[in-house]
Structures are given as C-alpha cells and as structure tokens.
C-alpha cells in the first residue's frame, strides 16, 4: 500500500474505530455513522463479501423492521367488512382504519404510516400476513 492510500485510509479508519467504540450494543448508528463505518472497513478489506444491506443489518443495528412497535397497537384480524376484497386490500384497509383510530388516542408507538425501516403499514401488514 502505498504512502498516499494509507494517507487517505487513516482517518476512515480512526473514524471507524471511535464509531465502534461509541455505539453501545442496544443502540443503532446512524446511517452516517455506518456508512464511515462500512467505507472503513472496505478499505482495510474486512468486509468479509458483505454487501452493504448485510453489513449495515449485522454492524450497524439497522434492522428492517420498526424498534418502537412495541407501543403501537394493531388490529388482531382482517377486517370482515373488507373480506370481499383481496387479500392485499383487506389489509391495507384494515391498518389504515386503525392507524387513523391510534392517532386519536396517540397509540401508533411513535410510528409514521410509511418510514425508512418499517413503518406502521409494514409492521401491521406482517402482524396481519401471519394472523
């Protein structure tokens, strides 16, 4: 390697290090953080074949689904007054009667309808898919 690469790696990789060091375990990086983190460690070739969405599930605590769904409240069932329609609709309607009801008593967990990383729809469709 040459002086001008390990010039140009050093601060990715010092930037790497402290992002390790700061992040405890329960707490997920930002995606900034990560991407340091990722570019960090392509450099020093110890990505290990990861792709970047692999890295960042398994490095960085991003997970696809939503952290705060524990406080949201979803519909146990399909609607039955949607059962005429298809399956996919009768979900969609059935999440979007409740998230509008959970938003009066404030009960959608800090969840949005639709947000990177799984929101509302995406966890009730789930919840739903396997009802």
Known sequence: MS???VIQVAPLLAAGV???FSASSANALTAQECSTKYKAAKSAGT???KTWN?????ECGMAESAASTSTAVFPK????KFASETPSKARLHTCAE???ANK???ANGGLKWIMKGGG?????NKKLKGA
Request: proline share 3%.
């Open 47 to 49: 990505l290990g074949g």
């Open 3 to 5: 002086i001008r690469k």
């Open 104 to 106: 009066s008593a404030n």
């Open 77 to 80: 069932a399909v609607s039955p």
């Open 54 to 58: 692999q890295f960042r599930k398994d």
């Open 18 to 20: 402290a992002v390790v």
């Open 98 to 100: 409740q998230y509008k």
């Open 120 to 124: 509302y729809w995406s966890e009730c």
